[in-house]
């Protein structure tokens, strides 16, 4: 589909200039860096590029007051003009007061966002900027389809989100673009203040600084019908195709999950029934999303809570006999799984409960007489231990989140454990309140998938919010901070109080006696960590990180081109987080004491032919650069919603599932041009022509009609992207 694409844009790019000699300058506009179209069910959100909003005159606003000219549509500064306008925002300016304005207004034609000037820290006061709703997840929410609870009942974000749907479900009529690069943004300023920029009388005359950009989805209206159009596009294209590459109009999000046994995994060959086991499973989500969902990084939605597990994770990897042992012994295990797309209706834990309803969590039967990881059903998973925020408490406290009808039938252990998770965030001086009343509902986790699956898993959230989220930029392009010295100390000393607890509570699950050895958590890891993936700004610009590739990512992707950092789950696995993490979870978990003597990649990989049950991974130490063999029993795993999966057709658009897809979509560059001292319609009347000329020559092929601009189903089954 990928190379589809590219020579769509090949052409698009070269042929559909039809306006070249007015325009001066080009700016690349990288995938994901623009708004688009992306779907649920029953909606469509996003942006899309239609005739009233592609070409416009650049504004800027850039405080408050500004957005009074919004509502005028700055005529007192532009008066001879009347069309459209592209405002230039910091995205620090998105705010509750000013959304609607952007959203209704008559003369805009999009925004140009950048990054805001002031930078925030995480613990500002600062107004609410979360991109997610009021109840993130409320249509998956576990009590509201067991109808125990209405629909969003518990507005865990309101103090934060900054619309009740939250701008992720919005359907905008403008469109958005993102520049990143601090070159392309000086150039649209200049030409803004060149051109754009009134003169001492109060107003200003021809020739303005425009700006035209587009992006064109090829899909509209929502998943169930982009599921449906998908299919029979495909049917087509196959009987064309002998590629086999089959170019789609729409797709499944999806990406990788991580799933990590450090304990004697029970395993059986896939023809033997075996005993059941019990599970404690570690978690914490890999995503996070942004109004323009793909410049998310998530340093509190996301990377804070996996450092803790991973931090975890490398404590127990240096002491495996004894948790080995203490499993073996309690036939209970802990295992690590970090979910993909939890932020859109808990894509990944999602497929992960349905999985192990058909017997095939973590691994499918392969051949009866090959060893694998015995299946792991819900009913086997004790508890759902899951770690959020991490970094941003306030006055020291945390909070551990259980479900009160299911505590209440069983408290013994889950007070053990919770006690185990108080004495190790109190080593480190924070305090824990546990909220066990028997009304106590579980706020938006993992945990909801398992609960939907089965009624005795249990939930231990651990998570400095009680009521509401304390963090105001959940999910949001804004949640990407300024960390001051002080600052980054109390969130390392929370990383590692959290991942202390989840220590000491796998520790008393296994039945291991937790002393400072097994609960000895490695702060100076901690601490490289921080650096490596949050104050960074790439995964791999730190040493540490950099010796952990080893130059392997650089041949996975043929270049650094992947290079923003972004936690974002797309219809395609293009970003690099996922590998970094499993890298990472390698380091933690694997271990080379059996295989001292492999000395090459090709080895290494041999090791795991004919078994199901380890991974071998030829991998460099992130201290010495060094290679080595690591053995370990991580999984690396794509995870599809079964509402989408066209694998699990039974499960079609069943809303028990997350039904989140995406468009694919054509971007075409931002083009700066003059608009001369003609009218406004006149220019775009010759530009029209000239673009409708130049694209007959074009093979047709960046015709309006080739793409499906339109907004509703009919248009849409009648347009053909190619
Ligand atoms: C889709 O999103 C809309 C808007 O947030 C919401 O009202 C609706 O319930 C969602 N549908 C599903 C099936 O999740
Ligand atoms: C404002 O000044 C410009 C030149 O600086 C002039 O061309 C224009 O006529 C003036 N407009 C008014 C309303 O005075
Ligand atoms: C399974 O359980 C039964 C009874 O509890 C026991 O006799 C048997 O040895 C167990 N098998 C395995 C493989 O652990
Ligand atoms: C687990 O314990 C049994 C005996 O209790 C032993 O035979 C087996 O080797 C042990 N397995 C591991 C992985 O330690
Ligand atoms: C499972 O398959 C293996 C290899 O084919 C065979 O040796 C073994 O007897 C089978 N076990 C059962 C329980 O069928
Ligand atoms: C209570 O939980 C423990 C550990 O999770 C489990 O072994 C036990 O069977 C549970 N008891 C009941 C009554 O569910
Ligand atoms: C790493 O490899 C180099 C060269 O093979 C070797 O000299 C060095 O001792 C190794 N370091 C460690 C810590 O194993």
Request: negative net charge; proline residues 4%; glycine residues 6%.
């Amino acid at each position: 589909m990928k190379s589809w694409l590219a020579i769509v844009l090949l052409i698009g790019g070269v042929r559909c200039d039809g306006f070249s000699d007015q325009v001066f300058k080009t700016l690349y506009i990288g995938e994901g860096n623009a708004c688009y179209r992306t779907f649920n069910k029953t909606h469509e959100f996003g942006c899309q590029a239609t005739k009233e909003n592609e070409n416009g005159l650049i504004v800027r606003i850039d405080k408050q007051e500004d957005f009074e000219n919004l509502e005028s549509c700055w005529r007192a500064l532009y008066p001879a003009f009347n069309g459209k306008f592209w405002a230039l925002l910091p995205v620090n300016l998105i705010g509750r007061n000013t959304i609607s304005l952007l959203k209704s207004s008559e003369c805009l034609a999009g925004v140009i966002l950048y990054n805001s000037p002031q930078p925030q820290h995480p613990e500002e006061e600062i107004t609410s900027a979360s991109h997610d709703a009021d109840c993130p997840n409320a249509a998956s929410d576990y009590y509201f389809q067991n109808k125990k609870e209405e629909y969003c009942e518990r507005k865990i974000n309101s103090g934060g989100s900054i619309t009740r749907d939250g701008l992720m479900r919005t359907d905008w009529r403008i469109q958005m673009v993102f520049i990143d690069k601090s070159d392309d943004l000086s150039v649209i300023e200049r030409c803004h203040s060149l051109f754009n920029i009134p003169k001492e009388n109060g107003t200003t005359g021809y020739p303005y600084c425009g700006m035209s950009f587009r992006l064109a989805n090829m899909a509209a209206g929502n998943s169930e019908i982009c599921n449906r159009r998908g299919k029979s596009e495909a049917k087509l294209f196959q009987a064309n195709f002998d590629s086999g590459e089959v170019p789609q109009i729409c797709g499944a999000m999806h990406s990788d999950n991580i799933f990590a046994f450090p304990t004697p995994i029970p395993s059986s060959r896939s023809n033997e029934t075996m005993n059941s086991s019990k599970y404690m499973m570690i978690t914490s989500r890999m995503d996070s999303f942004g109004m323009i969902p793909e410049i998310s990084v998530g340093e509190v939605s996301v990377l804070t809570s996996i450092i803790s597990v991973i931090a975890a994770a490398r404590s127990m990897g240096t002491q495996l006999e004894k948790w080995q042992k203490a499993s073996n012994e309690s036939n209970k295990n802990v295992f690590f799984a970090f979910f993909n797309g939890e932020s859109l209706d808990y894509i990944g834990s999602g497929a992960a409960a349905y999985q192990m309803g058909k017997d095939i969590f973590p691994q499918r039967k392969i051949r009866p007489d090959i060893v694998r990881i015995h299946p792991i059903h819900a009913n086997e998973i004790d508890y759902v231990l899951e770690v959020q925020q991490i970094g941003v408490s306030k006055g020291r406290k945390y909070y551990v989140h259980v479900d009160g009808e299911r505590y209440d039938k069983n408290k013994t252990s889950t007070n053990k454990l919770m006690d185990r998770i108080e004495r190790g965030l109190r080593s480190h001086g924070f305090d824990l309140e546990k909220l066990t009343d028997s009304g106590t509902r579980v706020p938006p986790a993992s945990w909801h998938s398992f609960a939907k699956a089965d009624p005795t898993v249990q939930s231990l959230l651990i998570a400095p919010f009680k009521e509401e989220y304390e963090y105001r930029r959940i999910n949001s392009i804004l949640d990407k901070n300024q960390w001051t010295n002080d600052e980054k100390e109390k969130a390392i000393q929370e990383i590692e109080a959290v991942a202390t607890s989840i220590l000491a509570a796998s520790a008393d699950y296994v039945g291991l006696e937790t002393d400072d050895v097994v609960a000895k958590v490695d702060k100076a890891l901690i601490a490289t960590l921080f650096d490596c993936l949050i104050v960074s700004n790439f995964w791999f610009d730190c040493d540490f990180m950099k010796k952990l590739d080893g130059d392997r990512y650089h041949k996975l992707f043929n270049s650094y081109g992947f290079n923003e950092k972004s936690t974002y789950i797309s219809m395609e696995t293009h970003t690099a987080f996922p590998t970094v993490l499993h890298w990472l979870t390698i380091f933690a978990l694997g271990s080379d004491k059996e295989t001292l003597n492999v000395k090459s990649e090709t080895s290494c990989s041999h090791l795991g032919e004919f078994q199901a049950m380890y991974t071998y991974t030829w991998q460099p130490s992130p201290y010495t650069g060094n290679f080595s063999c690591l053995k370990s029993s991580i999984g690396k795993k794509v995870m599809v919603s079964p509402a989408v999966d066209p694998y699990t057709p039974e499960e079609e658009m069943n809303t028990r599932y997350s039904t989140w897809m995406e468009s694919v979509y054509v971007i075409e560059s931002v083009n700066l041009y003059l608009m001369e001292d003609t009218s406004f319609e006149y220019t775009m009347l010759i530009i029209a022509v000239l673009s409708a000329l130049l694209s007959m020559f074009a093979v047709g092929r960046c015709s309006e009609s080739t793409f499906i601009v339109d907004e509703g189903e009919p248009a849409a089954e009648g347009g053909e992207p190619l």
